[in-house]
């Protein structure tokens, strides 16, 4: 006989997990307990949001589910944020949520909320621990949702009195991973597409990617000359410096790029489901039917057919199909090679950062520097806002696992995520991207990054206004401004408070010196960057904006 919170912790280790991130509460007392004696690591967290981006980027990074764990009510509604992202970026993660106890359901106690109701239009898989003695049968479960087909969150409350009552469980059991492989037939289909083809255009994207994947595909790529594009977001899944890479189909992708995409007759579409942002809302690949041929390749069959009706699908994930397409070979040099070398000279020169801009700090140089400096393996992270057009336009990535940020573009994510990456990864530098609204957003997260002793470097980049918002709004309205500005504080002072490190950078020429002083403390850094709120993109100002120019 064992209590629910001592088989809670007993399902979660015999399921390898080794580390979790949480905010404690009272409602999952006995789990904390049994945690004690636990070979399992607790990240003790800010904020119940900060701790499911956390779990979030665990999952993002390494391909295991992250593991969360938040208290009732507030805390459950505060960890939303991290399940919609983890539910539209396809990554896996089980937040585990304390509940008021059985006798009290449907009283409106206190906290109470119906999770099956609140997460379940939100999350893979919805439930509730209503008989303690199926504690291990419902986390292994858990963990085969969260990581079979397409990945996603799965949710779990835990009533209190399943956790301090005893019960008589079978051990539990890891999950069996699900691997889905391409069928021969289709995969000569897709061949003979490939082989008769003139303008072919891959396009890689989603999660159940592995370095290995990766790899495999950059050689098979290289052996059809085969031009290739990564979606908004998985700039990790092919190495920028590839002779056949050609850019990031993302917002605002090269119109080079964009043109070559729609005139293509044949379009490789693998692990991605290319939604609203990648596709330009719909414009380089039309939902639901496409002008060009449609290969897609997904891991999970609903969501084959479920945007764009392809010509071929492929029910697999990205990393068997990229086993089975290295079998192939062409049999005579691809007649668009020149293309393909057409492409990647378009997206250097795209890559490439600007060296002037308005006000007294470019960050087009800013970019440039940080190009020589970080290693093939450093890992960024970051939200949403104007900043990162910056990092996604103009870091050049090598590696897989270097990249997290959520493509469902929410707002303070960066510096969690961050914590989590350094968490897994001590050995190799991480740094945030933030704006001043995004890290505000999830900022106190920083304080996780001083106790547990993260040297994580946090770049915010401070224009004083919600930027996104602003650039909208001016095109909408120009001259109409109205709740996007923001009156900010010292961003350096307060990274010192903390107990971190912290530099200002108001010219251009002081960022390198503040960058290196910044990884030389040891200690978390943050650099701000003081930016003059024009330089809202990398070729166009607010006034241009404002304008109609």
């Known amino acids: 006989m064992k209590t629910g919170g001592k088989l809670i912790v007993e399902a979660l280790e015999a399921n390898g997990v080794d580390r979790l991130y949480c905010v404690p509460g009272e409602s999952y007392l006995a789990v904390l307990d049994a945690l004690h004696d636990s070979p399992i690591k607790t990240i003790v967290c800010r904020q119940e949001g900060g701790a499911a981006m956390m779990a979030d980027c665990h999952g993002r990074l390494i391909g295991k589910p992250g593991i969360c764990f938040v208290t009732r009510g507030p805390g459950a509604t505060n960890a939303s944020a991290g399940v919609h992202i983890a539910m539209q970026d396809s990554i896996p993660m089980i937040l585990f949520i304390g509940q008021i106890a059985s006798?009290?359901?449907?009283?409106?106690?206190?906290?109470?909320?119906?999770?099956?109701?609140f997460f379940g239009p939100i999350a893979k898989w919805a439930t509730e621990i209503?008989?303690?003695?199926?504690?291990?049968?419902?986390?292994?479960?858990?963990?085969?949702?969260?990581?079979?087909?397409?990945?996603?969150?799965?949710?779990?409350?835990l009533p209190e009195d399943m956790l301090t009552s005893e019960a008589e469980a079978p051990a539990a059991l890891p999950w069996t991973p699900v691997e889905t492989r391409p069928g021969e037939p289709e995969m000569r289909q897709f061949a003979d597409l490939l082989a008769n083809a003139k303008r072919p255009f891959a396009i890689l994207g989603g999660t159940r990617w592995t370095a290995e994947a990766k790899s495999a595909f950059e050689k098979t790529a290289e052996a059809w000359a085969l031009p290739v594009g990564v979606s908004f977001r998985r700039q990790m899944l092919f190495d920028h410096l590839h002779p056949c890479y050609a850019g990031d189909v993302g917002i605002s992708p090269n119109p080079k790029l964009a043109s070559y995409i729609k005139q293509s007759d044949l379009v490789l579409l693998i692990g991605g489901r290319f939604g609203e942002m990648p596709s330009s809302d719909y414009t380089l690949l039309k939902s639901p039917y496409p002008d060009q041929t449609l290969v897609h390749v997904h891991a999970d069959p609903d969501e084959l057919g479920r945007v764009y009706r392809p010509t071929v699908a492929i029910n697999s994930t990205p990393a068997a199909f990229a086993e089975a397409f290295a079998k192939t070979a062409p049999k005579?040099?691809?007649?668009?090679?020149?293309?393909?070398?057409?492409?990647?000279?378009?997206?250097?020169?795209?890559?490439?950062?600007?060296?002037?801009?308005?006000?007294?700090?470019?960050?087009?140089?800013?970019?440039?520097?940080?190009?020589?400096?970080?290693?093939?393996?450093?890992?960024?992270?970051n939200g949403a806002g104007n900043y990162a057009t910056w990092v996604h336009r103009f870091h050049r990535s090598r590696r897989f696992a270097t990249q997290a940020a959520?493509?469902?573009?929410?707002?303070g994510y960066g510096t969690p995520a961050a914590v989590a990456a350094k968490q897994?990864?001590?050995?190799?530098?991480?740094?945030?991207?933030?704006?001043?609204?995004?890290?505000?957003?999830?900022?106190?997260?920083?304080?996780?990054?001083?106790?547990?002793?993260?040297?994580?470097?946090?770049?915010?980049?401070?224009?004083g206004i919600y930027g996104t918002i602003r650039m909208h709004q001016e095109?909408?309205?120009?001259?109409?401004?109205?709740?996007?500005?923001?009156?900010?504080?010292?961003?350096?002072?307060?990274?010192?408070?903390?107990?971190?490190?912290?530099?200002?950078?108001?010219?251009?020429?002081?960022?390198?010196?503040?960058?290196?002083?910044?990884?030389?403390?040891?200690?978390p850094a943050i650099v701000e960057i003081r930016l003059d709120p024009e330089a809202i993109t990398p070729t166009r100002t607010l006034t241009d904006i404002r304008d109609g120019r």
């Open 130 to 157: 209503e008989d303690a003695s199926r504690i291990p049968e419902i986390v292994t479960r858990a963990f085969s949702v969260a990581t079979s087909g397409r990945p996603g969150p799965v949710v779990i409350a």
């Open 103 to 117: 006798h009290a359901r449907e009283r409106e106690a206190f906290q109470e909320v119906n999770y099956r109701a």
């Open 332 to 381: 005579a040099p691809p007649a668009w090679e020149a293309e393909t070398e057409r492409l990647h000279a378009a997206y250097l020169d795209w890559s490439t950062p600007p060296e002037s801009g308005p006000g007294p700090v470019a960050m087009g140089p800013i970019m440039a520097y940080l190009e020589t400096v970080l290693a093939d393996d450093a890992i960024i992270t």
């Open 475 to 523: 095109r909408e309205y120009p001259g109409r401004v109205s709740g996007t500005d923001l009156v900010n504080p010292d961003f350096a002072a307060l990274a010192r408070a903390y107990g971190g490190h912290g530099e200002t950078v108001e010219k251009t020429a002081d960022f390198a010196p503040a960058f290196e002083r910044a990884r030389a403390s040891g200690k």
């Open 424 to 463: 897994l990864f001590p050995d190799r530098q991480v740094i945030a991207f933030a704006g001043d609204g995004c890290f505000l957003m999830n900022g106190q997260e920083f304080a996780t990054a001083v106790q547990y002793g993260l040297p994580i470097v946090v770049i915010v980049v401070n224009n």
């Open 406 to 411: 959520p493509t469902s573009g929410s707002m």
